[in-house]
């Protein structure tokens, strides 16, 4: 393994996505479809999005040319990685009846052999909060850390944020500092188009082997550095940077603010955010059984602390209105997540902001709450 810059041409980046693949991974990378760029399987570089950039705001997405031949000139795909890891859908056990008696039949998740490829850095911290939910000590999800270890990661530093991205913020970007395979910085301008690439495991270190390659010089690290000094001070300067030093103990203060009330005259409860997020990870199970009687089945699927049945039991719904729920999301993501996880729950990279339908922006939501404590 080395931590060598290395100059990786872009038409050779047809090279690498082969050897990944050669090596029985199935590619996972950002592709356009739907009128958005999502993540999907990638056969060839000419499924990425080359060309194509997003524009983000509050309840706001589109997808744009850029007039360049860039292959990640975008900030995040409209969902995230966890589809992949945490399944939106899957079978826990199935029964059925035999002689009078029930039969449980196992249930085997087999994990693929999957390579990300553009992973974002505040993505890498979504994978590693999620990691500690799914992976920790005392307990595991099987499914997500057998998926998580099968998985093969090439990140891409970020130097096109969008306007809703405040990695800064939450310390977890533009610059990938997270562990990955292999780490790549797209540098394109009107004479030169290249990528400046390294490992950081033995696998990575042995698919550069068989790259044409050439060690990065001075001139070229220094316009990666310049790329991802702009990325920072794009979002430094925009209106979603904020102080994220004292935000656990300003909500707690704030519990019982009439601010709740407010955002909750807007939020529809719709749980777009919770979907979108990279880190959330509720579900719930359902029990279903055929027509005949004879076959049961539970499955999990991923669920929302925005709808009235999660926190239902005896006696109805802890949660019973949209004013509760959202504050229980927000203040869970960016408060008691520290007590739970020891980190935050939110990396900054938008999507909550992009994907609401009616524009609740939380960082406008912190933003307010600084203000009235200050009035």
């Known amino acids: 393994m080395t931590t060598q810059d290395y100059v990786l041409r872009a038409e050779d980046l047809e090279l690498l996505i082969q050897a990944i693949r050669v090596r029985g991974h199935q590619v996972i990378g950002p592709t356009v479809k739907n009128g958005a760029i999502t993540y999907g399987e990638i056969h060839s570089s000419v499924d990425l999005p080359q060309g194509w950039s997003d524009q983000q705001e509050k309840g706001f997405y589109r997808l744009a040319s850029n007039n360049s031949q860039a292959y990640f000139a975008y900030a995040v795909g409209a969902g995230s990685w966890k589809q992949f890891l945490q399944l939106p859908r899957r079978q826990v056990w199935q029964a059925r009846k035999s002689d009078g008696g029930l039969n449980f039949v196992e249930v085997v998740d087999v994990a693929p052999r999957v390579a990300f490829l553009g992973v974002r850095s505040c993505e890498l911290h979504a994978m590693e909060i999620q990691d500690r939910v799914f992976s920790g000590v005392q307990f595991q999800n099987e499914s997500y850390t057998e998926r998580r270890g099968n998985a093969f990661v090439i990140a891409v530093n970020c130097t096109t944020p969008a306007a809703t991205c405040f990695c800064t913020a939450m310390k977890t970007g ?166 739970q996880f020891g980190s935050s729950g939110c990396v900054g990279c938008g999507r909550c902001i992009t994907w609401c339908p009616v524009g609740i922006d939380f960082t406008e939501e912190i933003h307010k709450m600084r203000e009235m404590e200050q009035s």
Not at 178 to 184: G, K, Q, V, Y
Not at 188 to 201: A, N, Q, R, T
Not at 206 to 218: K, R, Y
Not at 290 to 315: K, M, P, V
Request: proline share 5%; charged share 25%.
């Open 174 to 339: 533009p610059e990938v500092t997270s562990p990955a395979d292999l780490t790549m910085t797209e540098v394109i301008s009107s004479e030169e188009h290249y990528f400046l690439i390294k490992s950081g495991s033995q696998q990575g270190s042995e698919i550069l082997g068989e790259l044409p390659l050439m060690p990065a010089t001075e001139r070229e690290r220094k316009a990666e550095e310049g790329a991802l000094h702009d990325a920072v001070q794009q979002m430094e300067t925009g209106p979603r940077q904020f102080d994220n030093s004292d935000v656990k103990d300003l909500l707690y203060r704030n519990y019982e603010s009439p601010l709740w009330d407010q955002v909750a005259d807007r939020c529809l409860s719709c749980a777009n955010c919770t979907m979108a997020c990279p880190t959330c990870f509720c579900s719930t199970v359902e029990d279903t059984t055929d027509l005949s009687g004879d076959i049961a089945e539970r499955w999990e699927r991923w669920d929302s602390c925005f709808t009235g049945e999660f926190s239902y039991i005896t006696g109805g719904s802890v949660r019973p209105d949209t004013k509760s729920r959202y504050r229980q999301w927000m203040t869970h993501k960016l408060a008691t997540w520290h007590d």
